[in-house]
């Protein structure tokens, strides 16, 4: 299929692609890395009048330390550069070990971060991760800038907090907190295929063993990233243990989730899946933490 007839335009700055914005409204469409938007074009499931190619604006690509020792990363930052970005590696090993899940490296080296985040596929695995580090996004319009958390970002099916007008830019990931463990995991029936459920995980563990802080974010299995916020308050305070993973995992998956059935998989497999990968998520966080406090 081809697409339907569209307006193309190509600024090189950032205000020059706002003010497009600015003037077509909900006519007009962002091009980042194309993958998702490209074949939604061509099925014709969209139909954008007006194209606005991110491709030629440079200062949209980064990754950079923040002063906080924090992220920052830039909305057109390819996945692939992600993926193999030492800073990330070190500053963000829960991004790290999520990017190689995302489809194939073909599409990696298009696609990217901010595009990801932007379409907002419940079963991509960047919008979760984001969540579970607690990362905040900034959106840039006409008018000025606004900072946003990313798990206040997502308003449903394929839908974000972005206005017609607005552009997210910039994705903030906080600096890793001292004692985190984190964890990334996921299951598709093909490595490259969507997953059929996944999970992120930030744990924070105290020299005691105590959970000081945890973020849990389960993918593909509601409209958006969903938190498991009935697990996450059961663990916060309390000791790790096999006992205690066991009863959270049990939470995120009857109570914390209401998977949907599909062609790929039915909601009691799903329910299945999330509880055996939060399981497994928070022991490896829980031992990863334990080794980071003993070798520090
Ligand atoms: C075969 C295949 C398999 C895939 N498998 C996976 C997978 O397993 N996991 C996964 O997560 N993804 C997967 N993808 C999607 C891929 O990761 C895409 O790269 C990503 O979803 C979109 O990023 P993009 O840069 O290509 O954005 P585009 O396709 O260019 O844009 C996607 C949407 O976001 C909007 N947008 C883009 N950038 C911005 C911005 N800065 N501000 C505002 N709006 C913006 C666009 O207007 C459009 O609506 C797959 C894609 C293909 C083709």
């Not at 580090?133 to 394929?158: K, M, Q």
């Not at 990931?173 to 984190?182: C, N």
Request: net charge positive; glycine share 8%; hydrophobic share 45%.
């Amino acid at each position: 299929m081809k697409p339907a007839a569209f307006e193309y335009h190509r600024p090189d700055t950032l205000d020059e692609a706002l003010a497009i914005l600015a003037e077509r409204g909900d006519e007009a469409k962002a091009l980042a890395g194309g993958q998702s938007l490209v074949p939604a074009m061509n099925f014709r499931l969209a139909r954008p009048a007006v194209l606005v190619d991110l491709n030629r604006i440079p200062s949209l690509a980064y990754i950079a330390e923040a002063p906080d020792r924090g992220l920052h990363i830039g909305a057109m930052t390819r996945q692939r550069s992600t993926e193999r970005s030492p800073l990330v590696a070190g500053r963000a090993p829960l991004l790290f070990e999520a990017m190689p899940w995302i489809a194939h490296p073909q599409i990696r080296n298009r696609g990217t971060v901010g595009g990801s985040l932007a379409h907002a596929d419940p079963a991509a695995e960047l919008p979760a991760v984001m969540v579970a580090l607690d990362a905040r996004l900034v959106l840039r319009g006409a008018n000025g800038l606004r900072t946003i958390p990313a798990r206040e970002f997502y308003t449903g099916l394929l839908s974000t907090a972005l206005a017609p007008d607005e552009l997210l830019t910039e994705i903030q990931v906080p600096p890793r907190p001292a004692g985190a463990g984190e964890a990334f995991m996921e299951v598709a029936r093909r490595h490259g295929d969507f997953a059929l459920v996944g999970v992120a995980v930030q744990l924070v563990l105290d020299q005691a063993g105590t959970c000081a802080s945890v973020r849990i974010a389960l993918l593909s299995v509601g409209e958006g990233p969903v938190s498991a916020t009935g697990a996450m308050g059961e663990l916060a305070g309390a000791r790790i243990d096999p006992g205690r993973i066991e009863a959270a995992a049990r939470t995120a998956a009857e109570t914390d989730i209401d998977a949907p059935g599909d062609i790929h998989a039915s909601a009691a497999y799903r329910r299945h899946l999330a509880r055996v990968l939060v399981r497994r998520a928070l022991a490896t966080a829980a031992q990863r933490a334990t080794r980071r406090r003993s070798a520090a």
